[in-house]
Nanobody, 120 residues
Framework: QVQLVESGGGSVQAGGSLRLSCAASGRTVSSYAMGWFRQAPGKEREFVARLNWNGGRTWYEDSLKGRFTISRDNAKNTVYLQMNNLRPEDTAVYYC?????????????WGQGTQVTVSS
């Protein structure tokens, strides 16, 4: 079993930056794809970014390319999301996910989320 704990959220003004972390415990996630999702108030959860087991391949929601960067440190069992030039519409709870089933399109493990609030 894998436990995921997100951190690094908070309140920031538009144009600012935040770096989210997702620390995994219970077992190593070095062989798993990892991802980030977000859910804004009143909206469905949406994909943000994901990367493969060694970080060599990354995927982003098109509108976030160039502002968000996903990375991982397998030695620390941690994945990161660097968010730059934040906008009020980036306000959401951000969730980390692990172990992507590319056939089913599902993720096995989820964190509890961290709140990101961007003010104008």
């Amino acid at each position: 079993q894998v436990q995921l704990v997100e951190s690094g959220g908070g309140s920031v003004q538009a144009g600012g930056s935040l770096r989210l972390s997702c620390a995994a415990s219970g077992r190593t996630v070095s062989s798993y794809a990892m991802g980030w999702f977000r859910q804004a108030p009143g909206k469905e959860r949406e994909f943000v970014a994901r990367l493969n087991w060694n970080g060599g391949r990354t995927w982003y929601e098109d509108s976030l390319k160039g502002r968000f960067t996903i990375s991982r440190d397998n030695a620390k069992n941690t994945v990161y999301l660097q968010m730059n030039n934040l906008r009020p519409e980036d306000t959401a709870v951000y969730y980390c996910a692990a172990d992507f089933d590319s056939v089913a399109g599902t993720w096995e493990y989820w964190g509890q989320g961290t709140q990101v609030t961007v003010s104008s």
